[in-house]
């Protein structure tokens, strides 16, 4: 096989593994927004307690890292705070019952049991702590749990598919990055590295397992098997531990996306929580649980399903129409500047100044809509900005309108 196929085939399969959860993700995040009363994610996930509820809410969720991407921003565009986004967030892909019953039978009880304790200390811990760097803003959230991207009172299907999507679209890019990355360390790392290093030191093999699994796309419950062979190998089982908590819970998109969505200050209160958290967790499971020993290891064949290669597919067009989508944007944000800089622009720009937009996926929303109306030239939405330019012969009570219409309120 060469080495552009293997990377190829790489490539699809961990898209195969991640597009479902996404999906899901994105499905509970729409669901969530739909279902929830108004206000109701902003009363009960905010403050110290909201941090603990948030924490206990995700735990039994069947979610990967890149599962639970859709679903926390979701919970913070819906009113939840910082701190409580962030602790589910940590908390949620460690573990799932699905992740726990596979590590009980693989590892033993006492291990999965261990897991479910860790998930729940590094997601409090881990939200308390972003409340205190990265407080959310008073104006970020509102009683009435506003600021999400779909209209408060839209109560169906298409509301929570289209609030699904949103959430993608914001993140995109940084999931294309962890892919790929994900791939090519699959490729070109030898099968071998990790089970080679048992000779160098407990710790010091906790430390490489972290350092090779944080950047890694590595679901809870289909890695358990990895990381028994791991284990049968050789390896300290303390050491899967810290692949199991590290890895799911890490990778270069969900890093990505918790800066994107949260600040520096809460990437690294994240980063810093899961990487002490697993080690601590790793030396204590060994110092306590070390000497047990788990039983053969049966022959689990991790191949992919029908539903993850069409799960795989209609991630490759989503992403495509992102691309195209968000292609589209900067075209038009290009076309706003260069007619805002000539004298031959039919009509003077309109700036309207907008609240509640959360992400990127707000913005983009927005603009197609401006985009989509006959009397435009152009349109651009700027959600660092908070405002809307627009040229063309469009009333301002129209672009009014428009930006109620999606959701989002007009300001000044």
């Given at each position: 096989?060469?080495?552009?196929?293997?990377?190829?085939?790489?490539?699809?399969?961990?898209?195969?593994?991640?597009?479902?959860?996404?999906?899901?993700?994105?499905?509970?995040?729409?669901?969530?927004?739909?279902?929830?009363?108004?206000?109701?994610?902003?009363?009960?996930?905010?403050?110290?307690?909201?941090?603990?509820?948030?924490?206990?809410?995700?735990?039994?969720?069947?979610?990967?890292?890149?599962?639970?991407?859709?679903?926390?921003?979701?919970?913070?565009?819906?009113?939840?705070?910082?701190?409580?986004?962030?602790?589910?967030?940590?908390?949620?892909?460690?573990?799932?019952?699905?992740?726990?019953?596979?590590?009980?039978?693989?590892?033993?009880?006492?291990?999965?049991?261990?897991?479910?304790?860790?998930?729940?200390?590094?997601?409090?811990?881990?939200?308390?702590?972003?409340?205190?760097?990265?407080?959310?803003?008073?104006?970020?959230?509102?009683?009435?749990?506003?600021?999400?991207?779909?209209?408060?009172?839209?109560?169906?299907?298409?509301?929570?598919?289209?609030?699904?999507?949103?959430?993608?679209?914001?993140?995109?890019?940084?999931?294309?990055?962890?892919?790929?990355?994900?791939?090519?360390?699959?490729?070109?790392?030898?099968?071998?590295?990790?089970?080679?290093?048992?000779?160098?030191?407990?710790?010091?093999?906790?430390?490489?397992?972290?350092?090779?699994?944080?950047?890694?796309?590595i679901c809870a419950t289909a890695s358990v098997p990895v990381a028994a062979s791991l284990?049968?190998?050789?390896?300290?089982?303390?050491?899967?531990?810290?692949?199991?908590?590290?890895?799911?819970?890490?990778?270069?998109?969900?890093?990505?996306?918790?800066?994107?969505?949260?600040?520096?200050?809460?990437?690294?209160?994240?980063?810093?929580?899961?990487?002490?958290?697993?080690?601590?967790?790793?030396?204590?499971?060994?110092?306590?649980?070390?000497?047990?020993?788990?039983?053969?290891?049966?022959?689990?064949?991790?191949?992919?399903?029908?539903?993850?290669?069409?799960?795989?597919?209609?991630?490759?067009?989503?992403?495509?129409?992102?691309?195209?989508?968000?292609?589209?944007?900067?075209?038009?944000?290009?076309?706003?500047?260069?007619?805002?800089?000539?004298?031959?622009?039919?009509?003077?720009?309109?700036?309207?100044?907008?609240?509640?937009?959360?992400?990127?996926?707000?913005?983009?929303?927005?603009?197609?809509?401006?985009?989509?109306?006959?009397?435009?030239?152009?349109?651009?939405?700027?959600?660092?900005?908070?405002?809307?330019?627009?040229?063309?012969?469009?009333?301002?009570?129209?672009?009014?309108?428009?930006?109620?219409?999606?959701?989002?309120?007009?300001?000044?």
């Amino acid at each position: 096989m060469s080495i552009v196929l293997e990377f190829t085939t790489h490539t699809w399969a961990v898209m195969a593994e991640l597009a479902p959860w996404l999906f899901l993700g994105a499905a509970v995040s729409g669901l969530l927004h739909i279902m929830l009363p108004d206000g109701f994610i902003h009363r009960q996930l905010s403050g110290r307690l909201g941090v603990l509820k948030a924490v206990a809410l995700g735990i039994p969720m069947p979610l990967c890292s890149c599962g639970v991407i859709p679903t926390g921003i979701g919970l913070k565009q819906d009113g939840a705070s910082n701190g409580a986004s962030v602790g589910f967030i940590t908390a949620t892909p460690q573990t799932g019952v699905d992740s726990i019953l596979v590590s009980a039978s693989f590892l033993g009880w006492p291990f999965a049991l261990t897991k479910v304790v860790a998930a729940l200390v590094t997601g409090v811990a881990s939200g308390l702590a972003t409340d205190l760097v990265s407080p959310t803003p008073a104006e970020a959230t509102s009683a009435d749990g506003g600021g999400s991207c779909s209209t408060p009172k839209a109560r169906t299907v298409r509301a929570g598919v289209d609030h699904g999507l949103d959430v993608i679209q914001s993140i995109w890019g940084w999931l294309v990055s962890g892919v790929l990355l994900s791939a090519a360390l699959s490729t070109w790392l030898p099968a071998d590295f990790f089970s080679g290093l048992v000779a160098v030191g407990t710790l010091t093999t906790f430390l490489i397992v972290l350092v090779g699994s944080v950047p890694l796309y590595i679901c809870a419950t289909a890695s358990v098997p990895v990381a028994a062979s791991l284990v049968h190998a050789g390896m300290p089982t303390g050491a899967a531990m810290v692949f199991l908590m590290a890895g799911p819970a890490t990778n270069v998109a969900t890093l990505g996306a918790v800066y994107r969505a949260f600040g520096g200050r809460s990437l690294a209160v994240y980063l810093v929580t899961i990487v002490v958290g697993s080690v601590a967790f790793g030396l204590g499971y060994e110092g306590l649980f070390g000497a047990l020993t788990i039983g053969d290891l049966a022959d689990h064949t991790h191949a992919i399903p029908w539903w993850g290669h069409l799960s795989a597919g209609l991630f490759a067009l989503l992403l495509g129409w992102f691309a195209i989508d968000d292609l589209r944007g900067w075209a038009a944000k290009r076309a706003v500047e260069s007619q805002m800089r000539s004298t031959e622009a039919t009509a003077e720009p309109i700036v309207v100044q907008v609240g509640g937009m959360t992400c990127g996926g707000c913005s983009g929303k927005l603009q197609r809509l401006l985009q989509g109306e006959d009397d435009v030239e152009s349109a651009m939405v700027s959600h660092a900005d908070n405002q809307a330019t627009v040229i063309g012969a469009i009333s301002l009570a129209r672009i009014h309108e428009i930006v109620e219409g999606a959701g989002f309120e007009v300001q000044g």
